[in-house]
Structures are given as structure tokens and as C-alpha cells.
């Protein structure tokens, strides 16, 4: 596939810049037929007995401001060296940004990402004191504001985010409270929880023309045995599998596709670099919820895989046309087999 397939055009100011509950939700049929449903109709939607599974990732504080530059921390390398990403291109190796708390930081390598040494050892403790979610760039730049809000601090973790890790939220989730699972459950539903911490690749545009010479970053998941279990029991006695999000999607694909170390036996770990196209053959999920993507994105490929690429360009459209607000804080999508 080139990417230049993954194009379409938007008004920017669909560009969602808060969250919106209950959210819009396009419906997609087999067929390729769009239509809008209520949020409590999708929940109507899915029947005792099928699972819906969900990515419990917590998003890092990690983007630090310095002499008006934001540098992203990735990768604890040593005691003081990092890896990081940021504008580097006008600077030269040896040089030296301020950080706060009096932290200097030493430009140590050139790359995407970049390595960086620090003037001092900092933790955890530091990075709540200094740092920022990462928000995506258009989020801030439809803002017309760098730095996040207040709100965001809840805007942007899913209700049930609890192991750190990841570099951005896994956004289709944060349409969803307790109060919904709580609702799924009641009827039947089983709420099962994956991880996958989401790297530096969600940061980086797809710079290869064809996407067979994309190189995909490299992202932790975590299955456990029970989960993996209940999984493969709903589909035996013949019911859906629901993926809330892409990253979900990602993680349970890599366990069906023996990415991922370890069995049904014992769960799966490791870390997966696969990448979902028309053409892919799923093997574990049924059912797709996720937001609207960016074009020219990995992620659109995935939603592209699943359904096919005339069926998600002329549903997303349709959607423009109703104006749908897009991506991260924007509304929910549902996709069918």
C-alpha cells in the first residue's frame, strides 16, 4: 500500500480540543454502510457472552519545556543519559539546554530519537513536578497553546489506566467510564484488560512511500493467561471479540499471530512491531471500536486492514460531511465483519 492512499482532506476545525461524552458514534455494517447511533445504542449493541477487551496503559508525564523547546523523554539509558525527541536540527553536539529545577542537559547524539546526558540523576518524582502529558501536536496546535490544560490530567487517562508506560492514551478508550463497563458487565459482557505501552512510532510520521518499507517502533504487551483463555472460549462457543481501540487491536493480533513469547498456558509478553494493512488476516478480533485517524498514519492502515480502504475513506467522508470532530479527543467509531 503507499501511503499516499491514506490521504484525505478535513477542516481543520473539526480537530477535536476537548473530549465530548457521550460522544458521536459512527456505526459501520458489513456492507460499508455508515450510520450514526447513540453511545448508549452501542452499548445495546454488544451481546452477553462477548468479550470487549481494553488496553489498562497509563500515559507518562514526559514532555519537558526548555529555553522554548519540548523535549519528550522516552528511554532511561544510565543514571544521567536519555533518550529523547525534539527539534535538534539547528543544534550541534556539545550543546547545552536548561531544563527546570536547574537540570542542564547535554546534547550527546543526533537521531529520532536523540541521546541526551543530564547534569543530575532525576525520577519519577521529577517528571510529576516538571513534565506534561504528551498531548498530540494537533491537538495543541488547533488550541493554538503548547501546554496542556488542567483538564487534561483526567482528559487524557482511560478510566482503568494503571501500568505506566505509554506515550500517548489509548484514545478510544477515554469515551468509556467505569459506569459503562460496570452497565456491559451487568448483562453479561466480559470486560478483559490487555497492555500495550505506545512508543515513540505514534510521534513519527511514515516518512517510506510503500508501507511494506515502513519500519514500525517496537511496542511492550502484556497478555495475561486468564485473559487470553476467556478469549479463545467466547469465539469457541461462537461469540465477538470487541477491540476498544488500536492498540488493543495490536496487541491481541500479535498474540494470534505468535508475535508474542509465552502461550495460551502462560500469557504473552514481548514486543511487537506488527503492522495491519489491507490485506492482513485477522485472527482474534471481530469487532473494532477506535477513533478517527490522521491521514497518512499507521493507524488508518490498521482501520483500512480490518474493513477495506474504499469502505474507510468514503465512511470518513460521510462522517466530514456531518462534521464528526476527529482524532484523539474527537468521536468513536465501530467497525463490523
Known amino acids: ?85 525534539f527539534p535538534s536540527k539547528k543544534l550541534k553536539i556539545g550543546a547545552v539546554l536548561n531544563l527546570p529545577q536547574g537540570v542542564q542537559m547535554t546534547l550527546i547524539e543526533k537521531g529520532r530519537p536523540q541521546k541526551v546526558r543530564l547534569s543530575q540523576e532525576v525520577g519519577e518524582e521529577y517528571f510529576q513536578q516538571v513534565a506534561e502529558l504528551p498531548l498530540p501536536p494537533y491537538i495543541q496546535k488547533a488550541r493554538d497553546q503548547r501546554h496542556t490544560v488542567d483538564a487534561d490530567e483526567s482528559w487524557y487517562q482511560t478510566a482503568w489506566a494503571q501500568k ?33 505501552h505506545v512508543g515513540l512510532g505514534t510521534f513519527l510520521p511514515v516518512t517510506a512511500e510503500d508501507l511494506d518499507q515502513h519500519d514500525m517502533h517496537e511496542e511492550y504487551v502484556e497478555i495475561s493467561a486468564s485473559a487470553w483463555q476467556a478469549i479463545l472460549a467466547a469465539r469457541k462457543a ?6 476498544l481501540g488500536t492498540t488493543t487491536t495490536r496487541s491481541l493480533e500479535s498474540a494470534g499471530q505468535g508475535v508474542l513469547q509465552g502461550s495460551a498456558e502462560t500469557g504473552f509478553q514481548g514486543f511487537t512491531k506488527i503492522l ?62
Open 164 to 196: 505506566p508506560g505509554s506515550f500517548a492514551a489509548p484514545t478510544a478508550s477515554l469515551h468509556f467510564t467505569d459506569q459503562d463497563m460496570q452497565s456491559l458487565k451487568s448483562k453479561g459482557v466480559q470486560i478483559l484488560e490487555v497492555t500495550l
Open 1 to 85: 500500500m503507499k501511503i499516499t492512499d491514506l490521504d484525505f482532506a478535513y477542516p481543520e476545525e473539526l480537530i477535536a480540543t476537548e473530549p465530548q461524552r457521550p460522544s458521536r458514534v459512527m456505526w459501520v455494517e458489513k456492507d460499508g454502510t455508515p450510520a450514526e447511533i447513540s453511545f448508549q445504542d452501542l452499548l445495546q449493541k454488544i451481546p452477553a457472552g462477548d468479550v470487549l477487551v481494553v488496553n489498562n496503559t497509563r500515559v507518562l508525564k514526559r514532555r519537558v519545556f526548555a529555553d522554548d523547546l519540548e523535549i519528550l523523554f522516552l528511554k532511561h539509558i544510565n543514571a544521567t543519559d536519555w533518550e529523547v525527541l
Open 238 to 243: 461462537g461469540h465477538k471479540v470487541w477491540s
Open 276 to 337: 495491519i494493512q489491507p490485506g492482513y488476516e485477522f485472527r482474534v478480533v471481530d469487532r473494532l471500536l477506535t477513533n478517527f485517524h490522521q491521514p497518512q498514519s499507521t493507524l488508518l492502515a490498521l482501520v483500512s486492514g480490518f474493513s477495506s480502504l474504499g469502505t474507510v475513506k468514503a465512511c470518513y467522508q460521510w462522517a466530514i460531511e456531518r462534521k464528526f470532530r476527529l482524532f484523539s479527543y474527537g468521536d468513536l467509531t465501530c467497525w463490523t465483519r
